[in-house]
T-cell receptor
Framework: RKEVEQDPGPFNVPEGATVAFNCTYSNSASQSFFWYRQDCRKEPKLLMSVYSSGNEDGRFTAQLNRASQYISLLIRDSKLSDSATYLCAITGGGNKLTFGTGTQLKVEL | NAGVMQNPRHLVRRRGQEARLRCSPMKGHSHVYWYRQLPEEGLKFMVYLQKENIIDESGMPKERFSAEFPKEGPSILRIQQVVRGDSAAYFC??????????????FGQGTRLTVV
């Protein structure tokens, strides 16, 4: 089983839709969780950290479920500019940050 | 406060040559990570360094690849005797403390290595 797994998509959604991605991890000792966004041929950009209590930043909400070992990202009121690949990243003990392969989102008119 | 700086942005090498990729972390960051991304693939961890120390090199190929982060100057990822399969985007990230403690890691724009 991969250390970090994501559905590659693509998720094609209309503008204004709500979309959610999940990311599962195998190491129950994982300590830190993040969502990144990567545009084509660009560097990953940190979107938000994920905390046990959940956190929200504008239209974006991240949740952590330790019991089921997954994190989620919810995007409300999708914009065309949200089209990108969304990467989850997890530290599974130590400081090595392991990335999922990413979920591609395409927001359409 | 400048972000993570990588250079060169693009590097072309002939098979058998050496490639040197440089990364200057964000000001105040002493933790550096190198990742490789092949076309249409995810980010693969290569190595994690702190000043003058390699902390985790579990993702580094056993041969031809080396990394350093000297007391002064940028971190260097060195690839000797490059082969076509080394063609990829190489990203560097830095954090103020280790990411295991929830410290956020920020990425540079990457170096795109093409081996011809």
């Amino acid at each position: 089983r991969k250390e970090v797994e994501q559905d590659p998509g693509p998720f094609n959604v209309p503008e204004g839709a709500t979309v959610a991605f999940n990311c599962t991890y195998s190491n129950s000792a994982s300590q830190s969780f993040f969502w990144y966004r990567q545009d084509c041929r660009k560097e990953p950009k940190l979107l938000m950290s994920v905390y046990s209590s959940g956190n929200e930043d504008g239209r974006f909400t991240a949740q952590l479920n330790r019991a089921s070992q997954y994190i989620s990202l919810l995007i409300r009121d999708s914009k065309l500019s949200d089209s990108a690949t969304y990467l989850c990243a997890i530290t599974g003990g130590g400081n090595k940050l392991t990335f999922g392969t990413g979920t591609q989102l395409k927001v359409e008119l | 406060n400048a972000g993570v700086m990588q250079n060169p942005r693009h590097l072309v090498r002939r098979r058998g040559q050496e490639a040197r990729l440089r990364c200057s972390p964000m000001k105040g960051h002493s933790h550096v990570y190198w990742y490789r991304q092949l076309p249409e693939e995810g980010l693969k961890f290569m190595v994690y360094l702190q000043k003058e120390n390699i902390i985790d090199e579990s993702g580094m190929p056993k041969e031809r690849f080396s990394a350093e982060f000297p007391k002064e100057g940028p971190s260097i990822l060195r690839i000797q005797q490059v082969v076509r399969g080394d063609s990829a985007a190489y990203f560097c990230a830095s954090s103020i403390t280790g990411t295991g403690g929830n410290a956020e890691a920020f990425f540079g724009q990457g170096t795109r290595l093409t081996v011809v």
